[in-house]
């Protein structure tokens, strides 16, 4: 059986796992920062005022944006590196190239983070293609003309 280039499917998911933890350690300060401060408004609100709301919208309106901030930069600051890859990634000794086998730079690695965005908003499904295009591609590397390779 001949080994393929290529960072397979579960590969991805691994490196995917690793690189949520990674990030998470990263930004639950942050979170954790805001979520007390959504508290603290909140105990100073009468019971059943209509501004109670108001904190937990504060609190999306800046923790989700922020999340996603994070998340990019992560990603395309690591990618667009000498490293050409996420922590997750790196650990499993697979990197990102474009189709010639070139690094990526950091607006290339941006975006392919915001396709990867559109490859989860249709059910994962762009994702999933990975499983089953010859280059083990999802949409997101499709649109993004790059390969998840083997180091």
């Given at each position: 059986m001949v080994s393929s280039p290529y960072g397979g499917f579960w590969m991805r998911v691994l490196a995917y796992i690793i690189d949520r933890i990674v990030v998470g350690a990263m930004f639950a300060p942050l979170a954790a920062y805001f979520v007390?401060?959504?508290?603290?408004?909140?105990?100073?609100?009468?019971?059943?005022?209509?501004?109670?709301?108001?904190?937990?919208?504060?609190?999306?309106?800046?923790?989700?944006?922020?999340?996603?901030?994070?998340?990019?930069?992560?990603?395309a600051l690591l990618v667009s590196s000498s490293w050409q890859a996420t922590v997750g990634k790196r650990v499993l000794d697979l990197k990102?190239?474009?189709?010639?086998?070139?690094?990526?730079?950091?607006?290339?690695?941006?975006?392919?983070?915001?396709?990867?965005?559109?490859?989860?908003?249709?059910?994962?499904?762009?994702?999933?293609m990975v499983a089953f295009s010859s280059r083990k591609q999802g949409l997101h590397d499709m649109i993004a003309g790059t390969l998840v390779i083997k180091s």
């Open positions: 007390f401060r959504m508290i603290a408004d909140m105990h100073h609100l009468p019971p059943n005022a209509p501004e109670q709301l108001r904190p937990i919208f504060h609190f999306v309106g800046i923790v989700a944006p922020l999340g996603l901030i994070v998340q990019w930069l992560y990603e990102i190239t474009d189709e010639e086998g070139n690094p990526l730079s950091f607006e290339h690695a941006t975006g392919r983070f915001f396709a990867k965005v559109l490859s989860g908003l249709i059910l994962g499904i762009g994702f999933l």
